[in-house]
Structures are given as structure tokens and as C-alpha cells.
DNA sequence: AAAACGCGTCAAGAACGTGTCAAGAAACCA
DNA sequence: TGGTTTCTTGACACGTTCTTGACGCGTTTT
């Protein structure tokens, strides 16, 4: 999940930014002025910025050169001059791209991508930890006390809708459905030897499951 | 000192841009089309490439992709297009920025320092090493205990795209479809097939190997 | 209090996936 | 064109995973 920080002094446009990435896959965090933006980009884990340079507050070349005090994350720069001194001036502050309005929608969403695809490295990597063990969704892979712990195709789909659900119920027939098919949303004995292995293979008594909570008659729960 | 591939098949803008970066203190290797290009970035040590799509002998996205598939050198391109689709296009196959024309000197010169910045402080090299072999991803070549392996085009392949995942499990559909097409994605014969010529080839003990490892029914994966 | 239900556990056979060898077909190169 | 490399395909043994049934236990319902 990439998380984008958009700031603009045009509530319109913030508005029809932040829907449009949503609606992209994208997290937004918006922002109004400079101030709130650099506070946000500090509290947050922000993956690519997009600034408006015309901010009521400060001069958006500052906000460029307070970013990069502290922080090297990919900036894209929406501005309505087309003059070069401009963009010049903005990019040796330390932008990384400079998009002249008006732009198209599909071109501000690849210049994202590719922002993103940079800066992508050091983003933060979709794991989800426990303090038994740890379930890395990119990599498909589960380890414990550091080893990784093998898991059958199946153990791993269950596994990997609870984990995506954390603290959340999760109801029998969704997990058939969603592992099995919807055909086997009544094979509630398929789950119970699976949480059984995957208790097995995962926590520390199996019999007393501290993560792979059950719900009697409802469903199950992964708890952090 | 930053050196700078410029790729332009018009011999008076390729000859203007030579002298006027190199008047900023630039140093240029100049290539008139797709091929030399990708010749010339890989025998010089190229800090930024500024790529003019309108190539005689192939796409410019190809040349894109090309160095994209071992380099991760910033790519600036120039075009006469002002269309969004291929600014799309261009961005979304590994460009990282897109100037068009006219464009004024100055403003290419700051993109310039704004892709020398980012790319000045990777310089990653494309080779991958374990304990028993080597994998030279921009020269295509595998070398076990200081001696060239020999591969064939598809167990490249296949090796390439499980070494440029290292630790990540890849499914055995997404490389059937990305070395032998989508509609080979149920082939896993093939697979099985090539993961056994790599292991006799790379691994010690082919049958216990201990860096192309198979995870039964979900795919598999490069460990170091 | 007994019965019914849901859950966890274990074990075994069936079904499926994988590794290996080998040979014919196709592509490539000189 | 001939010779070589590479790709595709088949057969079989082996290992893993899935499915299924049986049983014990605790909780809830009758």
C-alpha cells in the first residue's frame, strides 16, 4: 500500500485528488498549507508527496527544502506556470518531477508510479508481526524465532485471510468461500484441521491459542 | 563528475545537447539509435540517460525496458509528444521523467540534477552472489567457482526472474507467463522440467538444493 | 440429566504435485 | 544443408497435501 501526501490550498482539487487515488489503491493523507503538510509528513509514512507550489501560508519552495532536511521521499510538484525558471527552481530545491496544470489525470498517476517505484525501497514492506512469529504477505512466507516455517498451499490462503483481517471476526462460510470455494462454505471440518495444523505449526501450545482465536459458532480471529 | 548517455537519432540536437552539457561540466556519450545505446550503457559507467523516443531501428520503449531490465540508471526522456497516453507509457515502462518539446536548457539541465542526485547514491551493481555461484544480471552471465555456467535462453530466464525476487516466493503461473507467455501459465511440466537443468547446474547437491528451492503447490523461490 | 452440537485431535487412503530420465521435434548456426 | 543446441513431451516413481472418518471433550439445549 503506497501512501501519498497531497498538498493543495484548493479544497476542490484536494477533494478530487484524494478520491481519485483511492479509488487508484492509493492511502492519502491530505494536506491545506505547508505547515500541516510537513507536520503530517512527520507523523505519517509517507511514500511519495504531491505539492501544489501555491500555498497560502509559505512559499512552496520552502516545504520542498523542509522535506528534504530530513527526508529523501520522492516529491512531485503540481504548478499552473509553465515558466522554466520555475520548474528549474523547484527541482534544485530537491523535487523530483514538476507537472504543469492542467494535467491529465492518467499522466499524474504514472508520474506516481514511477515516484513510487524509486522510492519504493525503503516503503514499508506488508509484514505483519506478532511476538511469536511473523507473516511476511509479500514474500509468502511465515518464520518463528527467526526460522521460517514451511506451510501447505491451503494453511497458507486461511492464514493469509486471517492475518489480512487482524483483531477482526472472520466467519466460517467467508473463509470456505474465500480458501475452498463457495460450494464449500459448510465444510466447517475442512477448517478445523487446518487451524488445528496451522496452531500446531505457529503457536506456543496449540491448545491454548493465544493468535488464532476461535469464535465458537462464529468464525475465527487473528490477534496480534 | 557526472556522465550522461544521450539518445537522439537527429545529429544537430545530438550534437547541440553534447556541447552544452558538457559546457556544464557534463561528461557525454552520445548514441544515435536503440542498439548503441544499450551498448554504450553498458560499457560506460552512465550516471543519467536522456532518451529521445524517435529512434530509426527500435521503439524507444524498448530501449526503456532494455535498461530497465539490469539498470536502475534515472532515465530522462524527450519527446515531441504531447500526448498524456505516452507519457503514460513511457513513465509506467521505467522512465523517470518526461520533458517535452520545446524545451528549454535550463530546464532540462535542472531535471538533470534533480535524476544525478537521486541516482548518485545507489550505484547498485547488477550482480548477485551465494556461496557457490554468481549471476551477472547486465551481462547474462552465470559463473560457479570462477567458471562461466552455460545456460540456455529460457533457463536464463527462468533464473533471472526467481534472482531478481531474491527471498520472494514467485508462483509458478507468473513465471510460465513471464518467460513462456500467459497462455503457457498450466505448463508446469516446463518448470519442473528447468528448475531440475538449473539445479544440475548450479546447485551442489541437485537434489537437496539450497537456493532454488520448491514450495509444493504455491512455487518457487531464489534464496541466497 | 441426557442428548445434541460444535470443536479439536489423530490417522490413513486418495488425490495431486514434483523430480527425473529420455527421446523426438523444432530452432538455430555455420 | 548438416550438425548442434534447445525445447517440448511422455512415462514413471516418489513425496506432499487434501480429504475423510472416528473419537473425546466441553458447552449448550431439551
Do not use: C
Not at 27 to 32: D, K, M, N, W
Not at 43 to 67: E, K, N, Q
Not at 75 to 100: F, M, N, P, Q
Amino acid at each position: 500500500m503506497t501512501t501519498v501526501l497531497i498538498v493543495d490550498d484548493e479544497p476542490q482539487i484536494l477533494r478530487a485528488l484524494q478520491i481519485n487515488l483511492h479509488a487508484h489503491g492509493y492511502t492519502v493523507v491530505p494536506a491545506a498549507n505547508g505547515t500541516t503538510a510537513l507536520a503530517a509528513a512527520q507523523t505519517h509514512a509517507i511514500d511519495v508527496v504531491v505539492l501544489d507550489l501555491g500555498l497560502p501560508d509559505m512559499d512552496g519552495l520552502d516545504v520542498i527544502s523542509g522535506l528534504r532536511g530530513w527526508s529523501e521521499v520522492p516529491i512531485i510538484v503540481l504548478s499552473a506556470r509553465h515558466g522554466s525558471h520555475d520548474k528549474v527552481e523547484a527541482l534544485d530545491a530537491g523535487a523530483d518531477d514538476y507537472v504543469t496544470k492542467p494535467f491529465g489525470l492518467d499522466e499524474l498517476l504514472a508520474r506516481l508510479r514511477a515516484a513510487a517505484r524509486r522510492g519504493g525501497s525503503q516503503a514499508s514492506q506488508p509484514l505483519v508481526t506478532t511476538p511469536e512469529f511473523t507473516v511476511d504477505l509479500a514474500n509468502k512466507q511465515v518464520s518463528r524465532h527467526g526460522e521460517a516455517v514451511r506451510l501447505t498451499p491451503t494453511e497458507w490462503n486461511v492464514l493469509e485471510l486471517l492475518v489480512r483481517n487482524p483483531g477482526r471476526l472472520v466467519s466460517q462460510a467467508q473463509i470456505l468461500s474465500e480458501v475452498w470455494g463457495p460450494a464449500y462454505a459448510k465444510e466447517t471440518h475442512y477448517l478445523r484441521v487446518y487451524m488445528a495444523q496451522l496452531r500446531r505449526k505457529l503457536e506456543v501450545d496449540p491448545a491454548n491459542p493465544v493468535h488464532l482465536l476461535t469464535e465458537a459458532g462464529m468464525g475465527y480471529r487473528f490477534a496480534l
